[in-house]
């Protein structure tokens, strides 16, 4: 049979069709954090992250938020103890006047980035392991 005398039309269903299971399937893998796939002796481990992901996000927000009062508290005792005529000790004020050399991490470097994604692969590829040894 000749490959030419197959209408368009079925090429674009099948085209559809292929997208259309890919597009659910990482949909489901997403919305149930892991899906496994067994085709033919060969598994397909799809894991979702993104729920993990917001819940990090969603701490480390509530964290800055909490920094965040915190230092206008110790502004506020500053401010009070000013206005009172008392000297702060100037361990307040330093904490004060230069937190961000004390918060900000290290800069972030390719070579970093790309140990981190190594990492995460082999954690990815030992669990994937453990699964197919089930």
């Not at 049979?1 to 890919?22: C, E, G, H, R």
């Not at 990482?26 to 954090?33: G, V, Y």
């Not at 206008?72 to 103890?81: F, K, N, S, T």
């Not at 100037?90 to 980035?113: F, Q």
């Amino acid at each position: 049979m000749d490959i030419a005398q197959i209408p368009k039309i079925f090429w674009y269903s099948v085209s559809t069709a292929i997208l259309a299971v890919t597009i659910t399937f990482s949909w489901a893998a997403l919305q149930s954090r892991g899906m496994t796939i067994e085709i033919a002796n060969a598994k397909i481990a799809v894991t979702g992250q993104l729920g993990e992901l917001e819940r990090i996000n969603e701490d480390l927000k509530n964290q800055l938020a909490t920094l965040k009062e915190a230092k206008r508290q110790l502004e506020d005792r500053l401010a009070r103890l000013e206005s009172e005529g008392n000297s702060p000790s100037p361990e307040l004020r330093s904490l004060l006047e230069a937190p961000a050399k004390r918060i900000t991490p290290p800069e972030v470097t390719e070579e970093a980035l790309q140990k981190n994604a190594e990492k995460i692969t082999d954690i990815r590829n030992s669990l994937m392991q453990q699964q197919t040894a089930r």
